[in-house]
């Protein structure tokens, strides 16, 4: 895990990886309990059976924004951002769902840190990203999000 505390330290990192998240699994009870969050029960995520016997990756699969939610605490787990007053999730950008992610699959989150700007004290970062999937070719999705870091002083 890298430790980063302010500005100049996250601009050491500009093109480069940053680090790989640890797996999770994604669990039938997270795909249920984010379907009652945002009332989407569409039977492909909720429906097991009808999933199996009717669906087209014969499981049932994880909201793709589901898999989105999770990038900040499987990026927790790559950096820790420290001596800061406040951070925000401020974008996301070109992003592009490439494979559904069935029930039970494993996933971790790949980060580079593509862009950096200092804008008046404030840190913006443009992260590509990356959720692969465990045991296939295809990732999840890939795309860039964009976060507000402001260091104190």
């Known amino acids: 895990m890298q430790i980063i505390t302010s500005h100049a330290e996250f601009e050491q990192h500009l093109g480069k990886e940053l680090g790989v998240s640890s797996w999770l699994t994604i669990t039938q009870e997270q795909i249920n309990k984010f ?3 945002t ?3 569409q039977w492909i995520h909720v429906d097991e059976e009808r ?9 049932t699969i994880a909201h793709g924004y589901l898999t989105l939610s999770l990038i900040p605490f499987l990026w927790k787990e790559i950096v820790d951002i420290r001596n800061l007053k406040m951070e925000i ?13 069935t ?7 790949k980060a580079k840190l593509a862009s950096i700007i200092n ?3 404030v840190t913006k970062v443009n992260m590509s990203i990356e959720m692969e999937i465990e045991d296939q070719k295809k990732s999840a999705f890939v795309g860039e999000v964009v976060f507000l ?3 104190i002083s």
């Open 35 to 37: 379907a009652d969050a």
């Open 39 to 41: 009332l989407d029960h």
């Open 51 to 59: 999933a199996q016997n009717d669906g087209p990756f014969k499981a």
């Open 89 to 101: 999730n401020y974008g996301i950008e070109n992003l592009r769902f490439a494979q559904a992610v």
């Open 103 to 109: 029930v039970n699959s494993r996933v971790r989150l």
């Open 119 to 121: 804008l008046r004290g």
């Open 149 to 151: 870091y402001h260091f």
